[in-house]
């Protein structure tokens, strides 16, 4: 079992940044990856990027790309998203999910709350 609960999200202006933060109960951590998905009020969940277990692959989204970066500490825990460059089209609830590497969230058994990031013009 895997708990999972996002932090570090509030409102910034455009062209801002935030880090959000993932942090996870659990000793088998490390076995799986963690994606970070997004979703806008009335759309479905989207990918945002992926980071295996040992931290060694990752994976962006075309729209995020250069901008964001994903990163973990396997001794804390801890996932984390580093947004830089905010748009006001990243404003969504951001969820961390752990499974399986990939870019479906149909390959991620383990969900958080989620965490509001606004990003105004």
Not at 16 to 28: E, H, M
Not at 58 to 70: D, E, L
Not at 96 to 117: I, N
Request: aromatic share 12%; with cysteine; hydrophobic share 30%.
């Amino acid at each position: 079992q895997v708990q999972l609960v996002e932090s570090g999200g509030g409102l910034v202006q455009a062209g801002g940044s935030l880090r959000l933060s993932c942090a996870a109960s659990g000793r088998t951590f490390s076995g799986y990856a963690v994606a970070w998905f997004r979703q806008a009020p009335g759309k479905e969940h989207e990918f945002v990027a992926t980071i295996s277990g040992s931290g060694g692959r990752t994976y962006y989204a075309n729209s995020v790309k250069g901008r964001f970066t994903i990163s973990r500490d396997n001794a804390k825990n801890t996932v984390y998203l580093q947004m830089d460059s905010l748009k006001p089209d990243d404003t969504a609830v951001y969820y961390c999910a752990a499974g399986a590497y990939g870019s479906s969230p149909r390959e991620y058994g383990y969900w958080g709350q989620g965490t509001q990031v606004t990003v105004s013009s």
